[in-house]
């Protein structure tokens, strides 16, 4: 373990859902923010776009790929949402878009914001917040345009309703508190020109986010050993978060800020060196406390979890799983994930929960405390809108 | 291949329907056109003195032996083409299922100069489908009928002609610039063969009075076929393995897929048996191959009749063998277009043999009469008195009436051959699809006349908009979903589209779209929308939003059912258009679902609604 500190210090604040649906359901008039950076903007990087958010005691929510078909657009994303204290899932999509170009998420206290990537030819993201499980999906004027990037954190929601998103061509926008429009902020290539992005050789955004105190936060891919691409926005412009990197070109590919702690995941190395650990800054990014690093491997990434407790999770090919349970923890090699599992959730009590889709059923199966396997707990029967985007 | 196909159905009954339609009225147009030749042949020749007809057209020009076997075989071959030109599938399927699989394995360059001509096709089906089977069938007619001299080269210079278009667009240069080039799958293309002949046919007399003619013919036959043999026997092809691992060679794996096509049982028997024997004896039989095209090239470079004569009859059998077990007699199965290599490389052979054999004899008939057209009129056909303006009519008729049969046949099959022309290059000249692939995809329009339900919604910049307000003007309306990711905005082009036809009458027209989405209806979503349609500087065009009761009323009103899916799925709504004239009434509703969306469709609705709204336009 490794602690860092850093010259500044960010106040938390608390994150409310409340904001992020005023922002969505804000007045006409709100515009998407256009594109003024032709020829600076290169395309955000690609990661599995399967995740869950959850924490103990809060609503889980999580992101699956359902349908099955060899054809892209007839596989549609999902998302399913557990009720604070509920064992069991549901389908919780929001309805009016169509989801095959994938689903991105972002906690917004016990609700949650979701984008719509771009899909066939749609070229912006739509999005809907909703306040809980319970609650019914609020759509406003908010959108995101160019649409949104193909990682999982590539929208974040932050105090007050401000909101921060990554599009596919590499532009950072920004809602700021109080205000309804996303507005560009910055992109990959003008953030690489500045001082702290030719310190680390960034190459590409990968995740968005706010710090505890509401500042933006950029994560990316850096080429120079020893830096991680995580840079705070502050007073227009960018400064390194002071996160640690590994050796060799290291990637922020897991941006999470919950009660007051940010949690980031570092992907390094290459080929079967390739490894993953977790950081965490409880300090208003001053100090940061490193895991031991897991190994990975390059491309066996099905997924990755980041919890509200600063837990993490990964899903790797081969129906392997990695698990850590926050600062201070290492990582733990789960029993064998049962088959087609896309991602791991926790369950009220803080039980791990492996959500295998398999065509239009979803199957959760939870993890025996004391390694007493994985049984089923439930199985969710989705009606795939096979055929409507032919 | 991008606009390489309408999308529709090769068998779409309103194509063909259409297509069988134009060829019924070309074909009497074109017997029509034979019987008044013939009557007015046979009229001409009985007003002419006797001695006069009998004298000039009787006399046909000794015409050498190859180049009546390349004339009349390449002549049958063309007009067997263009009958398979008339597969009722071939207007709508030629580009999809013939040209692009052809092409699919070539270079991008290729790909691109065969997609023009598809998408070309794909624009105007049934002008392109039914152009292709005159073409072809007046080629062979005027082939065959053709006497010998000029009427016969200029057919050999036409068949050509067309047979190197066939063999660019059609075969995408044979596919010798694709991997996996074979004599045996039928490279360098059926379609080159062609142009060799007729290039051989259009050759003057002169050039067939010595056996060098024939010998080159065979020597480049014989390089050909060496080539081929090194080409075969090149490792790493597929072609010296029969099965490895499971999976087939490349001959075994051809033999396979022909296998599979529909065609009589007997045959398909035939294939999979010489399948599953390549497939035990790959390498057997691949020697066999290079052995016999080897030696078969050695024979013909050779020059020597007592080697080319066991050669051309050991080919025979082989090309036989090749043409049955490998290329499935070329046009069974899918939409054959030509019966494939074989046949036209063995009339070459054949012909280039016969051309070192068997030298025509020397003419005994005077030039002047061996071409009747170039026969000058007889002076006693015309009046002594009448002034050269008054001769030409009586020239003509004399020359008409001397003319032989087979140059009258041969004269009429050329008109055939423009009949088939005219309309594909009148097309071509077009930039916009047939309306009728529309059509076929959703119907005629209708025709209605009744008061257009008001509306009062808000437009893209926030103005309020109602359908009093647009009073004067044609209203071209639709209902879209702004976050749809398919149908709409392939919809708001072909709007756009159609606003670019109406050229100056667009002033009169205004474009409407009404949201079709009950959650993402927000003026801020109509912008986004406008925006990725680049339909925001259209100063006719107007996406109307509103409260979702404001909403709901229109939709009820205008027959507009918007039904959110479950789980991800976009909302659907219905695809219509409406043409609304200057007083508010609905004139003609177009289902407007815009099937597959590809430039050929979407360029066809563009025309049918722009056609709609200039027949209200013309009518107010």
Redesign the interface.
């Known amino acids: 373990m490794s602690a860092v500190r850093t010259a500044r210090r960010i106040a938390a604040a608390r994150i409310g859902t409340a904001g992020a649906i005023a922002v969505l359901a804000a007045a006409c008039g709100s515009t998407s923010a256009s594109d003024g950076s032709h020829g600076t903007t290169a395309p955000a990087p690609s990661l599995p776009l399967a995740t869950a958010i959850a924490g103990p005691g809060q609503p889980g929510w999580a992101i699956v790929p359902m349908g099955g078909s060899s054809k892209d657009f007839e596989n549609f994303w999902e998302l399913f949402a557990r009720p604070a204290g509920s064992p069991t899932w549901k389908l919780a999509t929001p309805p009016g878009v169509a989801s095959n170009g994938g689903l991105v998420m972002a906690a917004s206290g016990p609700g949650l914001v979701t984008g719509f990537r771009g899909s066939q030819d749609l070229t912006f993201s739509p999005l809907a917040a909703i306040a809980s499980p319970a609650a019914t999906w609020s759509q406003g004027s908010a959108l995101v345009s160019p649409g949104l990037a193909s990682v999982p954190d590539a929208l974040a929601s932050g105090p007050h309703g401000a909101m921060i998103a990554l599009t596919s061509t590499g532009q950072v926008q920004l809602a700021a508190p109080g205000t309804a429009t996303l507005t560009r902020l910055t992109t990959e290539r003008e953030l690489a020109r500045t001082a702290a992005g030719r310190a680390c050789g960034l190459t590409a955004l990968t995740a968005v986010g706010f710090a505890a105190g509401g500042t933006p936060l950029l994560a990316g891919t850096c080429t120079r050993g020893g830096s991680a691409g995580l840079f705070a926005w502050e007073q227009g412009g960018a400064v390194a978060a002071g996160l640690p990197g590994q050796a060799g070109p290291t990637s922020v590919i897991g941006l999470e800020t919950a009660g007051g702690r940010t949690t980031a995941l570092l992907q390094s190395g290459s080929g079967k060196a390739a490894t993953v650990l977790a950081a965490w800054s409880a300090s208003g990014l001053a100090d940061w406390t490193s895991s031991p690093a897991v190994s990975t491997g390059a491309g066996n990434l099905r997924s990755q979890e980041m919890w509200t407790n600063g837990g993490a999770a990964l899903v790797l090919t081969g129906n392997k799983g990695e698990a850590i349970s926050g600062p201070g923890g290492s990582w733990q090699s789960l029993p064998a994930l049962p088959a087609h599992t896309v991602t791991l959730a926790l369950g009220p009590a803080g039980q791990l929960q492996a959500l295998a889709p398999a065509g239009a059923s979803l199957s959760v199966w939870q993890l025996a405390a004391g390694d007493g396997g994985w049984s089923r707990i439930q199985q969710i029967q989705v009606t795939v809108p096979y055929g409507s985007s032919s | 291949m991008p606009g390489m196909n309408s999308g529709l159905s090769n068998t779409n009954p309103v194509l063909v329907a259409a297509f069988r339609s134009a060829l019924l009225h070309q074909g009497l147009l074109a017997a029509a056109l034979l019987a008044v030749l013939s009557i007015a042949w046979v009229s001409v020749r009985e007003w002419m003195p006797s001695a006069s007809r009998a004298g000039a057209g009787g006399q046909p020009t000794a015409e050498p032996a190859a180049v009546r076997l390349l004339r009349i075989g390449f002549g049958v071959v063309w007009i067997f083409d263009g009958l398979l030109q008339a597969q009722p599938a071939m207007a709508a399927g030629l580009p999809s299922s013939v040209i692009a699989p052809t092409a699919a394995a070539s270079p991008h360059w290729v790909q691109t100069v065969v997609n023009w001509a598809g998408t070309s096709w794909s624009y105007h089906p049934i002008e392109a489908g039914a152009a292709a089977v005159w073409i072809q069938i007046g080629i062979g007619a005027w082939l065959i009928a053709a006497p010998a001299g000029r009427w016969a080269r200029l057919a050999g210079l036409v068949s050509a002609g067309w047979g190197l278009v066939v063999w660019i667009f059609g075969e995408a240069f044979g596919g010798i610039f694709a991997p996996g080039l074979s004599i045996l799958f039928g490279a360098p293309g059926a379609a080159l063969f062609y142009c060799v002949a007729g290039a051989l046919i259009a050759l003057p007399e002169r050039a067939w009075t010595t056996p060098t003619l024939g010998r080159r013919i065979l020597a480049g036959t014989g390089l050909f076929l060496v080539g081929m043999a090194v080409l075969q026997a090149w490792p790493g092809r597929g072609f010296w393995q029969g099965s490895t691992h499971g999976t087939a060679g490349s001959l075994a794996s051809m033999v396979g897929s022909m296998a599979g096509v529909s065609q009589p049982r007997w045959l398909a028997g035939w294939l999979t048996a010489f399948q599953s024997f390549d497939a035990g004896h790959g390498f057997s039989v691949n020697l066999v191959i290079v052995i016999v095209l080897a030696a078969l090239g050695a024979a013909l470079l050779s020059g020597q009749p007592r080697f080319i004569r066991p050669a051309l009859a050991v080919g025979a059998v082989f090309g036989l063998a090749v043409w049955i077990l490998v290329q499935d007699l070329g046009f069974l199965g899918g939409l054959g277009t030509d019966p494939n290599s074989v046949i036209p490389l063995g009339l070459v052979c054949a012909g280039g043999y016969l051309a070192m054999q068997r030298l025509p004899a020397p003419a005994t008939v005077p030039a002047a009469l061996a071409e009747p057209a170039a026969v000058p009129a007889e002076p006693e056909a015309a009046p002594e008195a009448a002034s050269p303006a008054q001769r030409r009519p009586a020239r003509l008729a004399g020359a008409f009436g001397r003319a032989s049969l087979r140059a009258v046949v041969a004269g009429w099959a050329a008109v055939i051959v423009l009949i088939g022309a005219g309309p594909m290059l009148a097309a071509q000249a077009s930039s916009t699809a047939d309306p009728i692939i529309a059509q076929a995809i959703d119907g005629n329009a209708a025709p209605l006349d009744f008061a257009a339900a008001p509306f009062t919604l808000?437009d893209q910049n926030?103005a309020t908009v109602s359908l009093a307000s647009l009073h004067g003007k044609v209203i071209l309306m639709t209902f879209l979903d702004p976050?749809?990711?398919?149908d709409c905005?392939?919809i708001a082009q072909e709007f756009r589209a159609a606003d670019r036809l109406l050229g100056n009458q667009a002033a009169r027209v205004e474009l409407v779209a009404i949201v079709a989405?009950?959650?993402?209806r927000?003026?801020?979503?109509t912008?986004?929308f406008d925006?990725?349609e680049q339909l925001s500087g259209l100063p006719n065009w107007l996406f109307l939003t509103g409260s979702l009761p404001a909403l709901q009323k229109v939709w009820g009103s205008y027959a507009i059912a918007a039904q959110?899916?479950?789980?991800?799925?976009?909302?659907?709504h219905s695809d219509i258009a409406y043409v609304i004239d200057g007083n508010g009434h609905t004139r003609t509703e177009l289902d407007f679902d815009p099937g597959p969306g590809t430039a050929s469709t979407e360029s066809s609705f563009a025309v049918e609604l722009s056609d709609a709204a200039r027949r209200v336009l013309g009518s107010g």
């Not at chain 2, 989405?517 to 993402?520: A, F, I, L, Q, R």
């Open positions: 808000t926030g976050v749809c990711t398919s905005p392939i989405n009950p959650v993402y927000s003026v801020a979503y912008r986004a925006a990725q959110i899916l479950p789980a991800g799925g976009m909302i659907a």
